[in-house]
């Protein structure tokens, strides 16, 4: 991708922020810090990679995608309404009663996720499931797992990773949110995951590290895990938690909580400061 075709992922990831805020804002409740921080490989994902189509969600050959970190939907759902699977007015119902964008991924009611999630570590599983079976039947989509890092002291991912390696899932791309902060406070001193790549690495994975907001990274990372034979591909990207609003980054007080009237309004104007002069450099 050229310049210009980079700027225009990160214009779109603004407003994936921009819904994602909106959602919880509305909801009164939701998982905001973490959905900031992966919005820039959500947008890739979506925008730039992904073999899919919002008016056939359910097709076969489709890629498929997990968000095994479940809880993070504000930035998910804004992605598929931008996207085009259902309209963008819908993240105002997020959280409400009968609306279909619950707090979790609900791969029943809602047009284009491929599973439902919440449990920590059971995305990263059914991903393995996901990809195995397209290797049995001899399919060539591939299938993306993004994951939080507090999500890897669950020792049911280790089993999955150790499965993921032992089929030769070349198939499989995990992506690691690794934002450094967990509900708890910091995921080093929580239960420390590091080194998060060599856990990877002798697990059997191709690992590679990047700046999770730099979609020129992001990209060589995604044309990188698609060249790899033999063996599941890991993207470790090293983000910040609640990326692009002042008063959430890397602050793990928002981690699931949603702003106030007076809070929602620095947000705002936070991201679309940050649309604005994207958009001016064009």
Not at 40 to 52: E, V
Not at 81 to 93: I, K, M, Q, S, T
Not at 204 to 212: A, L, R, Y
Not at 219 to 231: L, P, R, V, W, Y
């Amino acid at each position: 991708m050229n310049d210009t075709q980079l700027r225009q992922l990160a214009i779109q990831a603004c407003k994936v922020r921009l819904g994602a805020v909106k959602a919880v804002y509305s909801a009164k409740s939701g998982h905001p810090g973490g959905s900031l921080s992966a919005a820039d490989i959500f947008t890739y994902l979506y925008f730039a990679k992904l073999r899919a189509d919002p008016k056939n969600p359910k097709d076969e050959s489709r890629d498929r995608f997990v968000l095994s970190k479940g809880h993070c939907t504000p930035a998910y759902y804004s992605t598929l309404a931008h996207r085009g699977y259902f309209p963008v007015e819908e993240l105002d119902n997020f959280r409400q009663v009968g609306s279909m964008l619950q707090g979790h991924p609900d791969m029943k009611g809602i047009p284009g996720v491929d599973m439902s999630t919440g449990s920590l570590g059971q995305g990263i599983s059914t991903a393995c499931g996901m990809a195995l079976a397209g290797k049995l039947g001899g399919k060539d989509y591939r299938v993306y797992a993004l994951m939080g890092d507090g999500e890897h002291q669950e020792g049911q991912v280790w089993e999955a990773a150790m499965f993921a390696a032992h089929n030769k899932l070349d198939n499989l791309c995990v992506i690691v949110d690794s934002n450094g902060l967990q509900i708890d406070g910091k995921v080093s001193e929580v239960c420390s995951i590091e080194p998060i790549d060599k856990k990877y690495e002798g697990f059997g994975f191709h690992v590679i590290e990047i700046d999770g907001h730099d979609f020129a990274q992001i990209e060589a990372a995604f044309a990188e895990a698609e060249t790899t034979k033999g063996q599941p591909t890991v993207i470790v990207a090293r983000t910040h938690k609640g990326k692009g609003v002042s008063f959430m980054e890397d602050n793990a007080a928002w981690h699931g909580a949603a702003p106030n009237d007076e809070q929602y309004k620095v947000a705002v104007h936070d991201l679309n400061k940050i649309l604005t002069d994207l958009e001016v450099a064009k």
